[in-house]
């Protein structure tokens, strides 16, 4: 029985992975049809922040905990177990859903300064990139020459 648990357990998380292979950049599933702005300017300045979970890696550490703690004990025990695994996968899921991001001071072409936040791309001061926006939402960034 607990064999089953974990492969279920093993397989809903790599169902909830995913599994895209394009290196591209990556768009959300509502609004990749939709007409878009873009603006061009110059990185002013790059720091490094920190993009906080938005609950996902919360809620599946919290259900992958729970499976894993109920098999542990007995009676009360396997309550406890159960309880601590729960609260120990949501701060773990919490934890690695965390991102490194740069946040980047941008002068535009058009003279107006912006601040926009990027993860997993590295920028340098001086370096011309493009901002495409839906509404007031940058989509992408990516350097240009």
């Known amino acids: 029985m607990k064999k089953i ?5 093993t397989t809903i998380i790599l ?4 599994c895209a292979t394009n290196s591209g950049p990556e768009y959300d599933g509502n609004s990749y049809q939709q007409i878009k702005t873009y603006e061009i300017g110059t990185v002013q300045s790059v720091r ?13 550490g919290a259900i992958v905990g729970t499976v894993l703690g ?4 007995q009676g009360r025990g396997s309550t406890l177990a159960t309880l601590a695994g729960g609260l120990g ?6 934890q690695a859903a965390k991102a490194n991001a740069s946040e ?4 535009l072409d058009d003279g107006r300064n912006i601040v926009v936040v990027v993860k ?6 001086g370096d ?13 960034v990516y350097k240009i020459n």
Do not use: C
Request: proline content about 2%; overall charge positive; glycine content about 14%.
């Open 5 to 9: 648990l974990i492969a279920s357990s």
């Open 104 to 107: 980047l001071s941008v002068r």
């Open 128 to 140: 011309r990139v493009k901002i495409i926006k839906d509404g007031n939402r940058a989509d992408q």
């Open 89 to 94: 996968g949501a701060y773990a899921g919490s």
């Open 48 to 60: 490094p922040v920190v993009i906080s979970d938005n609950g996902t890696g919360t809620f599946i």
């Open 15 to 18: 169902i909830l992975s995913g």
């Open 120 to 125: 997993g791309k590295h920028f340098l001061v």
């Open 70 to 73: 109920s098999m542990v004990g």
